[in-house]
């Protein structure tokens, strides 16, 4: 809920054109002392959108706050989740039946 809660924030703000220092201060507060789940969800978005690139460009600018946010400077960790959203955009999408 908290990684929907921070991706959510930075997606609305950006959207709204506010600064990007003032997102990243706000997402960082959100989420506190658990940087692993913004680099999760920054990771995810990318690799999802690397494999769907007709996908809004501002989940990268998103992405990119998130990291911010996150102090991220693990770039193993941060490829960890990349590949895991290029293989969650590659599966086809589930039909209803």
Known sequence: MLQAQCHGEAWR???AGESIAA???EVRALAGDRTGLLVEAAGVG???WAVKPSLPATELLVAGILLDAAGANDLDELNRWLEVGRERGSRPPHAAS
């Open 13 to 15: 703000r950006a959207q």
């Open 23 to 25: 997102i990243v201060e």
């Open 46 to 48: 990318i690799g999802w």
